[in-house]
């Protein structure tokens, strides 16, 4: 009941001109940058992050959240007309969404995947509400030790289950880490890795580490080669899915859902992994599995549901542990410190109409999004027909003015052109950058709460197994390590007993 | 592929070693825990044992999947990404000297002419159509102090 009269405070903080423009806002950009293949949440929302150093924090994450949930909604019609993906998410919406475009039912599939990806954000945030607040409550027993080890099992999580190489993912973490030393030490407030560079005082910041990996990065690796998209062409009266379409996938979107939820939810996984996963077990379940991958309804709304779940998953562990899962996540937890919020589980209690009114935005964004979407979606996908020639300048200079606005100074313009250049080497090698980010991110805090919670224990290291959450933390992650490598042992058996065959 | 990896194993071996020898300018412990050199330490320490094993691997079997076609593209595709960041290197640079809406012209219409082919006239239209636009949206409506530079715009 509480949870309700609070979610109520919060419709009421969000229903403003204001507030509902920055959600429209924010689901318009999000759509877009789903749609158009090279540019992703993240760098989207570290782009448009310090255009809104102006405002109050509530609109701009309102806006924000909507960005991250409106790229799940828009990554789909990239699939299902180009052959495409949008965003990793959508990845697999081409199996089934190219083939029932290129049978002249690309309209169908459009709406299906808008409204499964409704339902979806809806049953998602009402999941989020259920797993966030008790989890908030019972994360208020966490001390340094807890957090410590608690970061600790996410980072693991995110390197095992983030990238295609464990150890590329792992390299990747420590480096952002790393990164994450340099500035002033929060132990002796003792410059680090300083140089006699002023500006490196304050640390590498994040928000232009992600405009460069992810944005510069993204842009050059499409730049390449002089992109050109054909798309099939779909008519608006054609983007209604019959009651019988929509019937035939009620199973598919709730599964799609749950597994989005709470795939979401883990650090790391994110909605690229709980679609693929989605896909899998529908095929699995289906009387017809062969008509898979040859056009099926369901295979476009399972995997739809799953990434605009997991979405809304993935705001549980920033929501209430206040630790990110992911790079998109990771620029949100940057910027609600930036407006001196401080995630985690005080927030509940300490700014209660921010978290409320957020969450009440998830619920009128899903609502925008579905009204945004079917009627618009041809004048979206008329987007795709812009020459790649001409969106990337534009791209590239919304990155400059993002990076620029941050301290008014070149000095951070150039920083991401740097890593602009490695996120473009990242991207062909397959180094993941999430890990280096989120370790960015988290590596300041690790370093904190394991400072803290040595200083509590007068030096004793025994308190991070001794103490019952943290021990389990610490044991979970263990288990992950050594079934990781016991797996990574088993495949390099395989692959060599393949190579000597 | 491999030899990417190398490369890359490599190059984190030598920033994990720099990190262990970097972090011996900090103090190591303090009275009741780390100091500012323990986390670099044992980062460098990580790092350089991770690159290790994972530039070891490169030399095992090969693996599912695995093709030895290079990632990198020809030269022509790479003299193209060298421009676009030399475009936008030469940005940063005049950016304040020249101000923000004019180095915007700039920068488009060499974008433009020089890497995409498009016509001059075009190129032209279109930098005065982005410059105006930044002008419009960021310096006129959101405010921003963007530089304007010895013209004043």
């Not at chain 1, 949440?41 to 310090?50: G, K, Q, R, V, W």
């Not at chain 1, 299902?80 to 002249?104: C, H, K, W």
């Amino acid at each position: 009941m509480d949870s309700f009269h609070s979610l109520m405070q919060g419709f009421s903080t969000v229903i403003t001109p204001f507030n509902m423009g920055m959600a429209a806002m924010g689901c318009f950009f999000g759509t877009l940058v789903g749609i158009l293949p090279g540019l992703g949440p993240s760098a989207t929302i570290a782009m448009l992050l310090p255009l809104t150093f102006g405002m109050d924090a509530t609109p701009a994450m309102i806006m924000m959240c909507a960005i991250y949930y409106g790229a799940m909604y828009g990554g789909s019609t990239t699939s299902i007309l180009v052959n495409v993906p949008g965003e990793s998410a959508s990845v697999v919406t081409t199996f089934d969404g190219y083939q029932m475009a290129r049978q002249g039912r690309g309209g169908v599939a459009l709406g299906i995947s808008a409204i499964g990806s409704f339902f979806a954000g809806i049953i998602g945030t009402i999941a989020l509400i259920m797993v966030c607040v008790p989890l908030s409550k019972f994360t208020l027993k966490f001390g340094p030790a807890e957090y410590f080890s608690l970061i600790v099992m996410g980072m693991l999580c995110i390197v095992f289950v983030g990238g295609k190489s464990i150890s590329k993912s792992l390299m990747s973490g420590v480096i952002g880490m790393a990164l994450g030393t340099v500035g002033i030490d929060v132990i002796q407030g003792a410059p680090r890795f300083v140089y006699d560079v002023p500006e490196l005082m304050d640390g590498v910041s994040f928000i232009v580490v992600v405009m460069g990996l992810f944005g510069i990065g993204e842009v050059l690796v499409s730049a390449e080669e002089r992109m050109k998209i054909k798309t099939i062409n779909v008519k608006l009266r054609d983007l209604w899915p019959t009651v019988a379409d929509v019937w035939q996938c009620k199973w598919a979107i709730l599964r799609g859902s749950v597994i989005g939820f709470f795939v979401g939810a883990l650090p790391g996984a994110g909605a690229t992994i709980a679609s693929f996963l989605a896909y899998g077990i529908e095929k699995g379940v289906a009387k017809n599995p062969e008509r898979f991958g040859k056009g099926a309804i369901e295979g476009v709304a399972s995997p739809e549901s799953a990434n605009n779940a997991a979405s809304s998953g993935a705001f549980v562990p920033l929501l209430a542990l206040g630790i990110p899962g992911s790079g998109a996540t990771a620029v949100m937890l940057g910027a609600l410190m930036l407006y001196g919020l401080k995630p985690g589980p005080m927030l509940f209690h300490t700014n209660p109409d921010f978290v409320w009114a957020v969450i009440a935005s998830m619920f009128i964004g899903n609502v925008i999004l579905i009204f945004m979407n079917l009627p618009m979606i041809p004048f979206f996908a008329m987007g795709l027909r812009i020459p790649y020639r001409y969106l990337y300048p534009a791209i590239l200079l919304i990155c400059i003015i993002g990076a620029y606005s941050l301290s008014n100074s070149v000095y951070d313009v150039w920083v991401m052109l740097i890593f602009g250049v490695f996120g473009y080497f990242m991207k062909k090698y397959d180094i993941p950058g999430g890990p280096m980010v989120v370790a960015l991110v988290l590596g300041p805090m690790l370093e904190y709460n394991l400072y803290r919670a040595l200083a509590l224990s007068h030096g004793n290291l025994a308190t991070f197994v001794t103490r019952p959450i943290s021990g389990t933390l610490l044991a979970i992650a263990a288990v992950m390590v050594v079934v990781m490598t016991l797996k990574a042992g088993r495949m390099k058996k395989v692959l060599v007993e393949e190579k000597d065959e | 592929m491999k030899k990417g990896d190398r490369v890359f194993s490599l190059i984190c071996m030598g920033l994990g070693l720099w990190l262990i020898l970097e972090s011996q300018k900090f103090e190591y412990l303090t009275k009741f825990g780390p100091g500012p050199g323990f986390l670099p330490f044992w980062l460098g320490v990580i790092l350089g044992l991770i690159a290790l094993f994972a530039f070891v691997g490169t030399f095992s079997g090969k693996r599912k999947n695995e093709t030895n076609e290079p990632r990198l593209p020809g030269w022509g595709s790479l003299g193209r990404i060298g421009l676009i960041m030399l475009v936008m290197a030469g940005f940063a640079f005049f950016m304040n000297g020249l101000g923000f809406i004019l180095t915007v012209f700039l920068f488009v219409t060499i974008l433009l002419f020089v890497l995409e082919g498009v016509n001059i006239l075009k190129s032209l239209f279109f930098g005065v159509m982005f410059s105006a636009f930044i002008f419009l949206i960021f310096r006129y409506w959101m405010e921003l102090d963007l530089p304007r530079g010895l013209l004043g715009i």
